[in-house]
């Protein structure tokens, strides 16, 4: 077992900035991807941004530019430093931990965009 602790959501006007942070803990093996996904207000969850152990990260296009991800692979925690947010990145945002057939994810933490 995997677990994920997230932390960082809140309230921020368009055009401000927020870091999201997710530590690992239990069973973690030595190769894994952690990412960020969202589920927007009655939308289905999506890819945010993801990233290897070698540090190779894929972004969704709707955040390409302002969001930037980041891992610590000696603490297993993972970044989401968020710029230039936009009302529409208001969702719940989920830590990801995939490690071959194995996929946990944390509890979520809200995010709204609002001025």
């Known amino acids: 077992q995997v677990q994920l602790v997230e932390s960082g959501g809140g309230l921020v006007q368009p055009g401000g900035s927020l870091r999201l942070s997710c530590t690992a803990s239990?069973?973690?093996?030595?190769?894994?991807?952690m990412g960020w996904y969202r589920r927007p207000p009655g939308k289905q969850r999506e890819l945010v941004a993801a990233?290897?152990?070698?540090?190779?990260?894929n972004y969704a296009d709707s955040v390409k530019g302002r969001f930037t991800i980041s891992r610590d692979n000696a603490k297993n925690t993972v970044s989401l430093q968020m710029n230039n947010l936009k009302p529409e990145d208001t969702a719940v945002y989920y830590c990801?931990?995939?490690?071959?057939?194995?996929?946990?994810w944390g509890q979520g933490t809200q995010v709204t965009v609002s001025s």
């Open positions: 990801n931990y995939r490690a071959g057939p194995n996929v946990y």
């Open positions: 239990g069973n973690i093996f030595s190769i894994y991807i």
């Open positions: 990233i290897s152990n070698g540090g190779s990260t």
